[in-house]
């Protein structure tokens, strides 16, 4: 589940930092009017904040590495394991 509100966050992030971005603002102000009221160093800031906080996001959400076992020798012999 925290991967796809991640990914949303980071496809929200970066549409509105195009939207402050001079040659694509115009397309991205044709579908999102509302943003227009906003000045484009905000936009720039917000989306960047939004990307960062998808991608942290992301990066949480990993599945989680099990302890990994390795053995424990005495000359050639295996005596125990231990715990990475």
């Known amino acids: 589940m925290k991967k796809v509100i991640g990914y949303i966050f980071g496809a929200v992030g970066l549409v509105i930092f195009l939207g402050g971005?001079?040659?694509?603002?115009?397309?991205?102000?044709?579908?999102?009017?509302?943003?227009g009221n906003f000045k484009s160093l905000y936009l720039?800031?917000?989306g960047i904040v939004l990307i960062i906080i998808g991608i942290v996001l992301l990066k949480t959400s990993g599945v989680k590495k099990a302890d990994e076992e390795v053995p424990i020798y005495r000359g050639k012999n295996i005596v125990g394991y231990r715990r990475r």
Do not use: A, S
């Open 21 to 35: 971005i001079k040659p694509v603002d115009i397309f991205v102000l044709k579908l999102l009017p509302f943003l």
């Open 44 to 46: 720039i800031v917000g």
